[in-house]
């Protein structure tokens, strides 16, 4: 099985400089958003986000973090470490690192959907374009049409070292 790497430190850090303005660029009347990161690698993009969008704008960010079982997110109740009142009537970003099928992404945003939400944003650092489910990104760091068969993995466990290959 080859790793083919397909996204350098460098190219993410570029990447997400780029989706922090486009974030800021569509929620600049905003006075606080909420970005929220699923568990994993989607909350350490989500965190580098946040990050980005604290040095660019006078927005207040506040960093989330939702945990729900991957593979079978239907099974048991997804876990939230912020308030209900942190989203509520506000403007949520959600984060992951890849989009596969959707499956994930479609049960976090179910987090969200009985409750006033302001407005509810997505941002993915790679779409695959293999989604099963009605759920699509709003902001994409790079769109990388795969196989079945092919898969993309994130690497963000070092900082400096961060990369995304294709297996």
């Known amino acids: 099985m080859s790793k083919v790497k397909i996204l350098n430190t460098t190219q993410i850090r570029q ?7 486009q974030v800021y660029e569509n929620n600049f009347n905003e006075k606080s958003l909420l970005i929220v990161g699923i568990e994993g690698n989607g909350y350490k993009v989500a965190a580098s986000l946040a990050e980005k969008l604290k ?24 876990k939230i470490d912020f308030d209900e009142k942190d989203f509520v009537n506000k403007t949520t970003i959600l984060v992951d690192d890849v989009l596969n099928s959707g ?10 959907l009985d409750k006033p939400v302001k407005k509810l944003s997505t941002v993915i650092m790679v779409d695959r374009s293999h989604t099963r489910f009605p759920v699509k990104a709003d902001y994409v760091g790079l769109t990388l ?23």
């Open 103 to 112: 499956k994930t992404l479609i049960y976090a945003v179910k987090l969200f």
């Open 15 to 21: 990447k997400l400089n780029r989706l922090a303005y």
């Open 145 to 167: 049409s795969t196989t079945m068969q092919e898969h993309i993995e994130t690497d963000f466990s070092k900082k400096g070292s961060e990369a995304v290959y294709l297996i």
């Open 55 to 78: 040095e660019i704008s006078p927005i207040k960010i506040q960093l989330g973090k939702i945990k729900l079982d991957k593979d079978k997110p239907w099974d048991g109740d997804a």
